[in-house]
């Protein structure tokens, strides 16, 4: 299974992906009934604002970390019955019976390193003509931060996948979507020196590389990326997607 993630830290922050959620949502028409799967759903806030969209319908929250569900879990008492909430990787098939009539993700795909292999698996569960909206970090994204990662690490294996605009419409014609509109769109993130900068990057965005660090080392690591930066800004660029499953 994938890393896990702290939840109560993550809710803390004053998170970009708040935005991204609804920009991602607002490209959804939907007339209340649907069933909506949320893939990597994290601690439930699209989910929740789906579950207002749809006072007829149905989620299916999908995350790989338990503590990201526990948390979606507190967030929707009392509405947990319109919520199948699943614990899956998504680099697997998904374990959704039935089919879904739209697919949403918000800042998760560049964790996915096969995104063909992704794109296939969404295409099983969504019903032809069912829409696919999702957005998460593409090419260029983080180059600041990357940079001084690598100068702090040297040459890694690689945590995240950044892919670009003409190949993910490339896969997703492959996968069976039509009505294709990917972008590239830079959306930088301004945040506090010190404190708040630190726990962003050790919450939201090096995950990958401190699991592979010692505990001992953690603290230094974070620190020596936030002072590399030349501004307290994480340089995010979003790969925004919009697709319909082709009729079959
Ligand atoms: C940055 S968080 C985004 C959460 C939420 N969508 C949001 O916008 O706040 C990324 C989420 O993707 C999940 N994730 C990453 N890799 C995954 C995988 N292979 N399978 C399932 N979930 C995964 C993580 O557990 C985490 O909750």
């Known amino acids: ?25 607002g490209q ?3 007339n209340g009934t649907e069933r909506v799967l949320d893939m990597g759903c994290g601690t439930g806030r699209d989910t929740a604002a789906l579950l207002d969209l749809l006072p007829r319908g149905q989620v299916v929250a999908v995350d790989g970390s338990l503590r990201m569900l526990d948390q979606l879990r507190k967030r929707l ?16 098939p998904l374990p959704v019976q039935g089919h879904v009539d739209a697919v949403t993700s918000v800042a998760t795909f560049h964790w ?11 295409a099983a569960v969504l019903r032809p003509g069912g829409r696919f909206v999702a957005e998460c970090g593409g ?22 996948n950044f892919a670009g605009a003409e190949e993910t419409e490339r896969r997703l014609r492959d996968a069976g979507f039509t009505g294709i509109d990917v972008a590239l769109v830079p959306d930088p993130a301004r ?4 404190e708040q900068l630190r726990n962003y990057l050790a919450t939201v965005v090096l995950g990958g590389q401190l699991e592979r ?30 697709a319909t499953r082709a009729a079959s």
């Open 77 to 92: 008492a009392g509405r947990l019955d319109r919520v199948e909430v699943v614990y899956a990787d998504i680099t697997e």
């Open 1 to 25: 299974m994938p890393r896990e993630w702290d939840a109560t830290a993550y809710d803390a922050l004053p998170l970009p992906h708040q935005q991204w959620g609804k920009r991602t949502l």
């Open 139 to 160: 090419l260029g994204n983080i180059a600041a931060v990357s940079a001084a990662v690598d100068s702090f690490l040297g040459e890694q294996p690689a945590v995240w």
């Open 28 to 30: 959804l028409t939907l």
């Open 112 to 122: 996915i390193p096969d995104h063909a292999k992704l794109f296939a698996g969404i």
């Open 213 to 242: 660090l010692p505990a001992a080392e953690q603290e230094a690591f974070v620190t020596a990326v936030a002072a590399r930066l030349a501004e307290p800004v994480i340089d995010y660029v979003r790969l925004t997607i919009s």
């Open 191 to 194: 945040l506090e020196p010190g």
